[in-house]
């Protein structure tokens, strides 16, 4: 069992920057692909950005590529979102989720946490 725990979302001014934080426990991290997901009010949730194999491969949604970044710290088993240029679109709630052997762009994800609300005003 993986166990995820989001921090960091706050509200924020368009323009602003904001770290999240998905601290894991149960397991190692470092054998995990790890993405972050986000839903909207009234919308469903959609795939931000994915990191498998350690930053071997990272992916981004259109939406964000070029202002977000993840990244990972194994030492530390927790996985980052850097996010520059927030724009009122990317007002949501912010998961993290993880998975032994699924590394895709969807909700198939195992292990995911509670989400971490980010709200940006224009």
């Known amino acids: 069992q993986v166990q995820l725990v989001e921090s960091g979302g706050k509200w924020v001014q368009a323009g602003d920057s904001l770290r999240l934080s998905c601290v894991a426990s149960g397991r190692y991290i470092a054998a995990y692909a790890m993405g972050w997901f986000r839903q909207a009010p009234g919308k469903e949730r959609e795939f931000v950005a994915r990191d498998a194999w350690s930053g071997a491969f990272t992916n981004y949604a259109d939406s964000v590529k070029g202002r977000f970044t993840i990244s990972r710290d194994n030492a530390k088993n927790t996985l980052y979102l850097q996010m520059n240029s927030l724009k009122p679109e990317d007002t949501a709630v912010y998961y993290c989720?993880?998975?032994?052997?699924?590394?895709?762009?969807?909700?198939?994800?195992?292990?995911w946490g509670q989400g971490t609300q980010v709200t940006v005003s224009s």
């Open positions: 989720a993880a998975d032994r052997f699924y590394s895709g762009f969807n909700e198939e994800y195992k292990y």
